[in-house]
């Protein structure tokens, strides 16, 4: 089981329709079987997409706009910790992030995801993408929180150029790096591609309506296009939840062999 704190799954959309095992809402909107905004639904489809046999628990965290509080998401956090053993939650995946303000040692949302470590659960988490400044200059120090956490599984975004082979892909120029602000915590411990990534949306999400020439297909199969840090760690998430079906790995070890 993959916990997803996002802005929430659909449950209408072929991609995950069979795979998604519980809602749990957080945002206080009582609705946490619909996904307003797409970007919950993108990411579980990618998931799904590397590892089919995975099952989704979504917990809706962000709302319609894509905006939410950190108190949801650490609520999210710590439900997924307390009833990890119920729902086999053994990861979290959290496309999402705010900017560094403080030692990770401080900063709440890093010890939520230092908690779910210490209970076993590997967190991936987005790098951020503040990998540029509108001028083309590279930015670094941009990861975002949690993903400055020493506990997370930190994931930046790859450029594949629409190809398989490996040979041509290259750091996608959005993707923040690190040394994280603050602590200097070498980030992000791996990248997965993130470029032009497509994968579900409801057909009447925000994003859909914001993006339509990113649009593919209609009704239940409705993909687009997205990319960014969030769908790299959707992919290292789905990476991760393979990695039991080869041996059962603790979160330290699971980050040693992803990264090898």
Known sequence: IVAVIDTGVDARHRAVRGGLALSVDFTGAGNGQRDENGHGTHVAGIIR?????????????????????TSSVIAAIEW????????NIKIINVSLGHPVMESAQDDPLCQAVQRATDAGILVTVAAGNVGKLADGRPVIGGISSPGNSPAALTVGALNTRQTAARSDDVMATYSS???????GVLKPELVA???????????????ANLLPERVVGRGPETAMELSGTSMSAAVAAGA???LP???PTKPGEAKVVLQF
């Open 49 to 69: 997409a590397v590892a089919p046999d995975a099952h989704i628990v979504s917990l809706k965290a962000m709302g319609a706009d894509g905006s939410g509080s």
């Open 245 to 247: 079906d080869a041996r």
């Open 193 to 207: 591609p993130g470029n032009r990534i497509l994968s579900a949306v409801p057909k009447d999400a925000y994003l």
């Open 177 to 183: 790096r690190g040394p994280t602000m603050i602590d």
């Open 240 to 242: 991760a939840a393979l």
């Open 80 to 87: 997924a910790i307390e009833h990890r053993l119920a729902w």
